[in-house]
């Protein structure tokens, strides 16, 4: 059951889905990805909050421009789609309950976490040259 009503998260959805981010909506759904021992995965907690509109979406998106990339983009949505964000959670252990968060993954193993209090208070840019680099890194 989904904390927040659907037509209110559906733009703040979209603004991810719409950019070519895969939307996962079950438990099942984040293993099929992540379970998958090969390539690169970005994984966006996307959220409600005011960071998530101002500074991690646009961020993420920003970053996307770089010539290297993941080769795979997915999100879960924290308070809409309850199962799929928990078992994302149990993937970015031992980092704790976050969201928004941003987190890189390569041949399986998570390489790379922006939790909230690296977004909070950071511009789209900052998030976005800090993901750049994690990109030119491990992608």
Do not use: W
Not at 92 to 102: D, E, H, R
Not at 107 to 121: A, C, F, Q, T, Y
């Amino acid at each position: 059951m989904s904390m927040y009503p659907l037509e209110l998260v559906a733009p703040m959805s979209r603004d991810l889905t719409d950019y070519g981010f895969e939307g996962l909506d079950s438990a099942k759904a984040v293993d099929q990805l992540l379970s998958d021992q090969t390539g690169t995965v970005l994984l966006v907690v996307n959220s409600v909050c005011g960071c998530a509109a101002a500074m991690a979406r646009p961020g993420t998106k920003l970053a996307l421009t770089n010539d290297k990339k993941p080769a795979r983009l997915a999100t879960v949505f924290a308070g809409v789609h309850t199962e799929a964000t928990q078992r994302a959670r149990e993937y970015l252990l031992p980092y704790p309950p976050s969201s928004p968060a941003i987190a890189l993954f390569k041949d399986g193993s998570l390489v790379h976490m922006l939790e909230r209090h690296h977004i909070e208070g950071r511009s789209a840019e900052m998030i976005a040259d800090n993901l750049r680099f994690a990109f030119d890194t491990y992608c």
